[in-house]
């Protein structure tokens, strides 16, 4: 694919997945409205949209219908904003801005935050349980993907490995095991979305995809790391700062910095050999690792 095909790409999978939110989430119309206004306006703020992106772009590498990712697209980001509502959170990382925007808790209240939340959470489910155009084994195949990689063995279970390595000398395969569970596991349900839809699954496109997944997920967390140290401007930021005041162990802590570049690098170039079995169908795979491994915030 062309630069000016993966734009094309990326600019129709973002309109597919803004339009399928909003259709998904509740109208603050409907009670209970202030819940409802705080749902929209988690899920409805600008956002890379990384994890739909994925979603897509495994289906592209597989031959799926996009239309028949739309809601699987959306389960995940709905899951992802619920875990960044509560991550914001003063019991958690207590944060007051979130993509240049007051976090949910600041902008309505910490109860309202919670149930949102909670809210999202659920819905997500909703929205894979009654996705149009699935059968009902991929149906079940996807809620079970995305329970998994949410729940105590994933995402949740990934969060509180963190808070309890706060102020414990941790090495870097424990840390790696924190952000595999954290970060990683939402990012490869995204793939695995696409496979679960797929009918006829080679054995090998399911391992290559999830070990590209797996490596992409983790390139993704080193380069968070990397960020949170360098910023734009290179100064340390915001995130850096309170990782450091909770001595929380990061990638650059604990390799330094060129190191930790290194091996985001590494495993983007680990995740890349893994798409060579799917010739060009996977240019939107590379696109997105290119893309993540490039940001500069």
Not at 236 to 264: H, S
Request: glycine residues 8%; charged residues 25%.
């Amino acid at each position: 694919m062309t630069d000016t095909n993966l734009d094309a790409f990326r600019t129709r999978c973002l309109a597919r997945i803004e339009s399928a939110l909003d259709d998904i989430l509740p109208a603050v119309s409907i009670p209970p409205s202030r819940l409802h206004e705080a749902m929209r306006y988690t899920v409805l703020a600008s956002g890379k949209r990384i994890r739909p992106l994925l979603a897509y772009a495994a289906g592209e590498a597989l031959g799926v219908d996009a239309a028949l990712l739309d809601r699987p697209a959306c389960a995940v980001e709905l899951i992802h904003a619920y875990s960044l509502i509560h991550d914001d959170l003063p019991a958690m990382d207590d944060d007051d801005l979130r993509r240049g925007r007051p976090t949910c808790h600041r902008a309505f209240d910490e109860a309202t935050a919670i149930l949102a939340g909670d809210a999202l959470q659920t819905l997500a489910f909703q929205t894979l349980a009654e996705a149009p155009g699935l059968c009902a084994e991929s149906r079940i195949r996807m809620v079970e993907t995305l329970s998994r990689a949410s729940g105590s063995r994933g995402m949740v279970g990934g969060q509180a490995m963190d808070l309890a390595a706060e102020g414990t000398p941790i090495d870097v395969v424990m840390l790696e095991n924190i952000h595999i569970h954290k970060t990683g596991a939402l990012i490869r349900s995204s793939v695995q979305m696409a496979l679960r839809a797929q009918g006829d699954l080679i054995p090998e496109q399911a391992e290559r995809l999830d070990h590209f997944a797996k490596c992409l997920g983790l390139a993704f967390q080193i380069q968070d790391d990397v960020l949170d140290v360098e910023g734009d401007t290179g100064a340390i930021g915001k995130t850096a700062g309170r990782d450091i005041e909770l001595n929380k162990a990061t990638y650059p802590a604990l390799l330094g910095l060129a190191e930790a570049k290194e091996m985001a690098a590494n495993l983007t170039q680990e995740a890349h050999r893994a798409l060579e079995i799917f010739g060009e169908s996977a240019d939107p795979l590379r696109w997105v690792a290119n893309a993540l491994l490039g940001r500069t915030h």
